[in-house]
């Protein structure tokens, strides 16, 4: 296991090629982003790059602290890879943090050569074997948000501020004006997807607390989602058109490319969603949510700040982050069963009201 790295050592390096290795997932990139400018402020005339996923580009491009996307193809044939490689090592880096910790990322970092390579301590797979040396209390119970920040700590960067910079252009901002001009009222975004089945919500529990909102704050809907998520998508639609036919609503799930998600997010009130990428990008944004959190642990997996509400299961595998339930019969996906609408429904009054409270003090 290599040695937690000095923070002398890197209060002291001078880089000039800096690279990022953080290929996924749309969250943990949301919630690195805030590095880039405290890069650029400690490293004005470096070369900053950073290793993405193809499908994630979208959010990095043109970002004005970021002199290169380097596209990781994550279906790639083996030629792509070795394309990758070369590109990686011919950019003579001095600087690597290998941020995501995999088998396939210590790859990409063994293959910069960099004199200077740093991991976190969540490194798996044999990926500390590449590294000089670990960020200190960077582990697994370490908030996902503060364990990246790390970086900004171990550059001496660690009281500045905070700050997500998404690059929008104004036709996506423009598009999404276009889109949503026929909602009228406070808008509740509402993202009832995710990627791992337990972290799914039932989306008749979604359409509940929605109608309600209707019914106490005159809220309209605007429903988000990825292509996969149309499904989900289009059901929470057909209900919330029958519980409250008169309530404005625009389902744009499938429709939306990253930073016109961002977009959409900005012209919401607040987002009710499942632990999921939409979450942390609204947060970074500005935009305050109500979290929901089933097998995830919104102390280490939620978003930073006071400006949300992170509402979690009470059984007792909460937080045990299983992809898949490891239950069978009536506890299998309990946690679902367990935190009902009335718990979701009170969180979201509960920001409403904080909401109006710092209105009404502005």
């Known amino acids: 296991m290599p040695r937690r790295i000095l923070s002398s050592r890197?209060?002291?390096?001078?880089?000039?090629?800096?690279?990022?290795?953080?290929?996924?997932?749309?969250?943990?990139?949301?919630?690195?982003?805030?590095?880039?400018?405290?890069?650029?402020?400690?490293?004005?005339?470096?070369?900053?790059s950073w290793v993405v996923g193809d499908r994630l580009t979208d959010l990095l491009d043109g970002h004005p602290h970021l002199d290169r996307v380097i596209r990781f193809e994550q279906r790639r044939?083996?030629?792509?890879?070795?394309?990758?490689?070369?590109?990686?090592?011919?950019?003579?880096?001095?600087?690597?943090f290998d941020l995501q910790g995999l088998l396939r990322t210590a790859v990409m970092t063994a293959a910069t050569r960099a004199p200077l390579r740093i991991g976190l301590e969540t490194a798996r797979e044999g990926s500390h074997l590449v590294c000089h040396g670990l960020l200190h209390d960077s582990g697994r119970l370490v908030p996902a948000h503060i364990r990246y920040w790390r970086v900004a700590?171990?550059?001496?960067?660690?009281?500045?501020?905070?700050?997500?910079i998404v690059p929008i252009r104004q036709d996506d901002r423009n598009r999404m004006q276009e889109l949503l001009r026929g909602l009228s009222g406070p808008m509740l975004a509402i993202h009832p997807g995710?990627?791992?089945?337990?972290?799914?919500w039932p989306v008749e529990k979604f359409a509940a607390v929605a109608a309600k909102?209707?019914?106490?704050?005159?809220?309209?809907?605007?429903?988000?989602g990825s292509r996969s998520e149309m499904p989900v998508a289009t059901h929470l639609e057909r209900l919330l058109r029958r519980f409250v036919p008169s309530a404005g609503l625009v389902n744009l799930a499938g429709q939306t490319t990253l930073r016109q998600l961002a977009a959409a997010l900005q012209f919401a009130d607040v987002l009710l969603t499942n632990d999921s990428g939409p979450m942390h990008l609204a947060a970074g944004l500005g935009t305050p949510v109500v979290g929901i959190f089933t097998c995830t642990d919104p102390q280490r997996s939620g978003p930073p700040g006071d400006?949300?509400?992170?509402?979690?299961?009470q059984v007792s595998c909460a937080g045990s982050y299983h992809r898949r339930c490891p239950h069978r019969g009536r506890r299998h996906m309990a946690?679902?069963?367990?935190?009902?609408?009335?718990?979701?429904?009170?969180?979201?009054?509960?920001?409403?009201?904080?909401?109006?409270?710092?209105?009404?003090?502005?």
């Open 307 to 313: 400006s949300h509400e992170l509402i979690s299961t």
């Open 194 to 200: 995710a990627r791992w089945v337990t972290k799914r």
């Open 213 to 224: 909102a209707k019914r106490s704050f005159c809220f309209s809907f605007l429903i988000l």
């Open 77 to 96: 044939a083996f030629g792509g890879w070795i394309r990758l490689l070369r590109e990686l090592r011919q950019r003579e880096f001095d600087l690597v």
């Open 153 to 164: 700590e171990a550059i001496g960067m660690g009281g500045f501020r905070r700050e997500t």
């Open 10 to 48: 890197l209060l002291d390096v001078d880089a000039q090629r800096i690279c990022l290795i953080k290929p996924s997932a749309l969250g943990d990139v949301i919630q690195t982003l805030p590095l880039l400018p405290i890069l650029r402020e400690r490293f004005p005339h470096a070369e900053i």
């Open 335 to 362: 946690c679902l069963e367990e935190l009902d609408i009335e718990r979701v429904w009170r969180g979201l009054v509960r920001l409403v009201k904080k909401l109006h409270h710092e209105e009404a003090a502005a």
